[in-house]
């Protein structure tokens, strides 16, 4: 079976046009053969009394979250977005297990594993694409790992909103954003953590507020640094709806115009670059996501889900009349802007030849 994207069906005869394939941007799989190839550095185990795989490595790092068997099996992944109405489904890694080793030469080999593994997995499936794991320690090994998962059948990156070291304003990258233009891969920033801040621990913290938080200084980083002034043609999506980003995003444009060694730089305000980021719809109530719509426009926001994830959010799939939109607008949500974005219509392994 062909792993482009498969055509909507055609409607019969007297009926109403066809909706479009509903398709997840944001989702996760790290297939289990993955987990039999670790690199040198890392060791994988199973956990006691329970179906899970982590990640382990010598003190003072010690052992990571068990992956359970939805992450770890496509079947397992396809049955729970099936049932939510998912035609197709983007996969990308679990960034927590991406970020677990502190070596570039390592984390760039595990991510290549995972990148051969999940083009492996979802190669012969009409309903899954996959997004690159990228390493965060070194932006010219990100880069490469970008161009070579483009040529086997990646359809964009996924890239730790907060790198291990420094954050996304660092020179190096810049081979990574210069990569992503040329081959026309969107880059999907996701925020994790191999193991939470100590402050964050408790209660969960490093999800629920550290989540939004490190999405939010990725932004913030990026418009200093003056990526998009460099690189207007990238693509970049936030997941968890941008973070705090389009909540707080006068606050950033104050600063940007009031502090001196910010007014200095001469950057476009914040204001201004809102409708530069793409953002899905993983904000779990509606006000929230209907803010969203109408600050960036139906055209820049994209449904997601976090599956297979305890803090999954399914609500468009599962409700999308409560998106509050017409027709059009819905589907370009539910589909149409995904397809767009990621050339989903285009047979795998196109962006390889940087067309």
Known sequence: MSASFPDPPSPKDGAPDAAPPVIDVHSHLVPERAFERVPRGLRAERVDGADEIRLVLPPPRGAGRGAPPDLRRLDLHRRLQAARGVDL??????????????????????????????????????????????????????????????????????????PEHGTLARGDLEWLWRTAVRLRMPLVLHPGEFQPPPRLAEHFMVNLVGNPFETSLAVGSLLGAGVPERHPELAVLLVHGGGFFPYQYGRMAAGFARWPRLRELERRSPAELLRWFHYDTVLFEEPPLRYLLDLVGDDRVLAGSDCPFAMTDARPFEAPGRLGLDRDARDRVLGGNAARLFRLHEPAGVGGNGS
């Open 89 to 162: 489904s983007l996969v990308g890694p679990w960034i927590d297990m991406v970020k677990a080793s502190n070596d570039a030469a390592v984390q760039q080999a595990w991510c290549r594993v995972l990148n051969e593994e999940l083009a492996a997995a979802t190669g012969s499936s009409g309903h899954t694409r996959w997004l690159a794991a990228l390493p965060d320690l070194d932006g010219a090994r990100a880069g490469e790992e970008l161009e070579r998962a483009a040529g086997t059948g990646a359809v964009g990156g996924m890239l730790a909103a907060n």
